[in-house]
């Protein structure tokens, strides 16, 4: 997709037909788009602007739609920024919608492999929202359950922080870290604008998908983890578009086309468990929850040590359970990923990509240094025959009982950001 093809298919995405939402909003009038007090921003305040902003936008006529998504572009970029001509900035704001390395997988192929379809050949098409990680506003976070992952997160650890800005100082609003931050900015203070702005740009993604034929996957959350009832709205107005997110909140899909990869929040881990040579406690492991998903038949995300390599299985030495681990680095349409009837689930396996803690040397004390969000996978690696390269030797990793009771706090965070308790178990 072009950038002047995307410019084309924004300009006209504001002239689509209306459609009808089943929520308020007030056809034929131009909204008086609201400014939110971050300091009471909270899921239900940003889910109510979501569901006021799009059923007002979609229930306008044509030209009363443009002059709204004109508004709501100048509202963005007054906190996400415009582009610049020569070095003159335009009236465009930069998009929400945007990629990533694991997005182009998807569009690409991995590693000279095929792109990814749908099971009817149709290859998707990718775009995802990057915002800031467990960035707090007042009493709001944008990610409820990240007291483990925030110093790991891939918004702040990533290659792309390395190469344009940022870099080992996680503190350090840089290159795309400010540009996700701004972008937050923009949600926080103008969380109507903010959904009619991401409703145009995946309307016009979506046309230009189509124009090629292929199907748009739009990940809202890369590097957030929001619930998923502020976003419903956008999902349910684009039912022919799939969405997909990693949460580590206990929350279910919002709409037939939202999929949802409950994800790890590590475990404890014991010297001498899996060759490792130190404990790592971890008092927000989510395993038991993880695992009464798996053994519900859901498909569960797990990062492991190693930059390389993944272990085949994951056993449970509580129960005596076995669960496969699938590599979930080829790409992240994760909708894709099979769970048969019947069956347990598996575990999408996800290289360790922080930069800091990836390498041969770091390897050793990678869970340690994050408090045992990384489950230690040691693949014992070896050459096998003269000339070849060292193959792991190793493929499991067993998960040791855990102590107490596992948290969750993903609905106790709902709840205190005053949002409702949705998927909880
Ligand atoms: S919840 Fe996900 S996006 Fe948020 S800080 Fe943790 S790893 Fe990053």
New binding site residues.
């Given amino acids: 997709m072009t950038s002047s093809a995307l410019k084309s298919a924004l300009r006209t995405a504001s002239t689509i037909r209306p459609v009808k939402l089943a929520t308020g909003g007030t056809a034929g009038e131009l909204q008086n788009l609201r400014q939110t007090d971050t300091g009471e921003t909270s899921v239900s305040s940003l889910a109510d602007a979501f569901s006021r902003a799009i059923a007002h936008h979609t229930s306008l006529p044509q030209n009363e739609r443009i002059a709204n998504s004109k508004m709501a572009a100048q509202k963005v970029g007054q906190h996400a920024g415009f582009y610049t001509n020569k070095g003159v900035p335009t009236n465009k704001p930069f998009s929400l919608l945007g990629k990533n390395q694991k997005l182009t997988k998807t569009e690409e192929g991995y590693e000279g492999g095929k792109p990814v379809t749908l099971p009817n050949g149709q290859p998707i098409a990718a775009a995802g929202v990057s915002l800031s990680?467990?960035q707090q506003f007042g009493k709001f976070n944008?990610?409820p359950?990240?007291a483990i992952?925030?110093d790991?997160?891939?918004?702040k650890t990533a290659g792309g922080n390395f190469l344009y800005g940022g870099a080992h100082d996680l503190t350090a609003m840089k290159g795309p870290r400010l540009v996700g931050y701004n972008k937050t900015k923009a949600l926080v203070h103008e969380p109507e604008a903010f959904a009619t702005r991401l409703y145009d740009e995946i309307e016009a993604r979506k046309r230009l998908a189509a124009k090629e034929g292929k199907h748009l996957g739009v990940r809202l959350?890369v590097?957030?983890?929001l619930h998923p009832r502020i976003t419903q709205a956008v999902i349910k107005a684009h039912p022919d578009v799939t969405f997909y997110d990693?949460t580590?909140l206990n929350a279910d899909p919002v709409a037939p086309n939202h999929h949802l990869t409950y994800?790890s929040t590590g475990v404890t881990q014991y010297k001498g468990e899996n060759g490792l040579e130190h404990d790592v406690m971890n008092p927000h492991s989510n395993w038991r929850s993880m695992r009464k998903r798996l053994d519900t038949g859901s498909n569960v995300a797990m990062a492991f040590t190693h930059g390389a390599h993944l272990p085949e299985v994951v056993h449970d030495k509580e129960t005596g359970k076995t669960y496969q681990v699938v590599n979930g680095d080829t790409h992240d349409f994760r909708p894709l990923d099979k769970q048969e009837p019947g069956k347990p689930g598996v575990v999408i396996g996800l290289k360790n990509k922080n930069m800091m803690t990836k390498s041969a040397a770091a390897h050793g004390t990678a869970a340690k240094n994050s408090n045992g969000f990384f489950v230690h996978y040691d693949p014992q690696l070896k050459v096998l025959a003269k000339g070849q390269k060292a193959v792991p030797t190793n493929k499991s990793v067993t998960i040791a009982t855990q102590p107490g009771r596992s948290v969750t706090r993903g609905d106790e965070m709902m709840g205190h950001n005053g949002g409702p308790l949705l998927g909880k178990e």
């Fill in positions: 990680p467990a944008t990610c359950n990240s992952c925030k790991d997160c891939l918004g959350n590097v957030s983890d990693y580590k994800s």
